[in-house]
């Protein structure tokens, strides 16, 4: 009798602690999401393409500023930047009181340059409806994207230039980090340190330097989810190959401060089409939804191939609709988006917490 009693204790016993372990397996949270499109109402916001790094005869480039105004402007750019080296081309309604440099002058004795490249006309952004973005390329000694402000001097010191930008309320990225022989825990060191560095260029020149997104990867698990670092895609164009490369800002309005607030919080895709503006239209991402609760991204896009998700450098997934379930473990997850023809367009990061 005190056998059996005992027997029906234990089981009891067993029984409870079975239960309780299910249930807090069943209460474990799964993974945080945070999303750079958390403020976007797909419905209302409008999609604009974007070059931000540019050049002209102002400094290296071969066309005139109003040439590649233009340019842009016919093939259905809404944002542009002109950023000739320490040179601030801007604004575009007094190009004509700008001078060619020095550099654009011995080309033109050389015969390497029409003359009429060196004749500068006004553009009114207002009146082609563009929005005209304040850049500079500063070539000192990592070329850094200069923005909204109007430095223009170099320096051999790049904690010089990244604080002479800070002081001047501007912001800035990383261009063609490819191009230099840092490793990433320098680039690490400066995202750590200033915060109006918002992003590196992964796609420069087509595809120039393929190991750049590499080293994107590489910043984003050392950063995030606590520093995000935002991916973008740009021309860099002198004299070929204009209209490879853009950024797709998701704006709820075509102004200076929204394209701002854009770059500085990732409310932008970035594209690369290798055949440029002769090849297919690249897909297009209509929305992406964030369920938290069930830690679930779902894209709803057009005219893809297929779509690839990254995390921390490899692909976990492919299909629209990814889920991070209770055992990932990485720090961030990103999407790209291929075309038929081989271009590609890329989310920001989706910062992830597993803890």
């Not at 931000?52 to 930047?81: A, C, E």
């Not at 109007?150 to 904690?159: H, N, P, T, V």
């Not at 999407?335 to 023809?341: M, Y």
Request: aromatic share 14%; hydrophobic share 35%; charged share 20%.
């Amino acid at each position: 009798m005190i056998y059996r009693k005992y027997l029906r204790v234990q089981k009891s016993f067993w029984t409870i602690l079975i239960v309780v372990f299910l249930l807090l397996s069943g209460c474990s949270k799964p993974p945080q999401i945070q999303n750079p499109y958390e403020s976007v109402n797909w419905q209302t916001y409008n999609q604009y393409k974007a070059n931000l790094h540019t050049h002209t005869t102002r400094s290296d480039g071969s066309y005139s500023p109003q040439w590649v105004v233009d340019s842009y402007k016919n093939l259905g750019y809404s944002i542009l930047s002109i950023t000739d080296h320490n040179a601030a081309t801007y604004p575009w309604t007094d190009f004509e009181s700008l001078k060619p440099s020095d550099f654009s002058f011995e080309r033109l004795e050389e015969g390497q340059l029409e003359g009429s490249e060196l004749i500068y006309e006004n553009r009114d952004p207002n009146y082609l409806g563009m929005i005209a973005i304040q850049g500079c390329e500063i070539s000192s000694p990592q070329h850094l994207g200069s923005y909204f402000t109007d430095l223009e001097q170099r320096s051999d010191s790049i904690e010089i230039t990244l604080n002479s930008i800070k002081e001047k309320n501007g912001i800035l990225m990383f261009n063609h980090p490819g191009k230099y022989d840092h490793n990433v825990l320098w680039y690490t060191s400066y995202f750590q340190s200033y915060p109006q560095i918002v992003g590196i260029e992964v796609f420069n020149q087509g595809n120039r330097y393929p190991n750049d997104k590499q080293l994107w990867d590489s910043l984003l698990v050392n950063l995030m989810p606590e520093r995000p670092v935002w991916g973008f895609s740009n021309d860099d164009f002198h004299s070929s190959g204009l209209g490879r490369n853009w950024n797709i800002m998701l704006l709820p309005e075509l102004t200076q401060d929204w394209v701002r607030e854009g770059m500085t919080n990732g409310l932008f895709f970035f594209v690369y089409a290798p055949l440029g503006h002769n090849g297919m239209e690249p897909p297009k991402i209509d929305s992406i939804i964030v369920d938290r609760s069930n830690a679930v991204i779902e894209i709803t896009a057009s005219g893809y191939d297929s779509i690839h998700w990254i995390s921390h450098g490899r692909i976990i997934e492919k299909g629209n609709i990814v889920q991070l379930k209770k055992s990932f473990n990485g720090s961030y997850i990103r999407a790209e988006v291929f075309g038929k023809d081989g271009a590609i367009l890329g989310t920001q990061p989706f910062g992830v917490l597993t803890k």
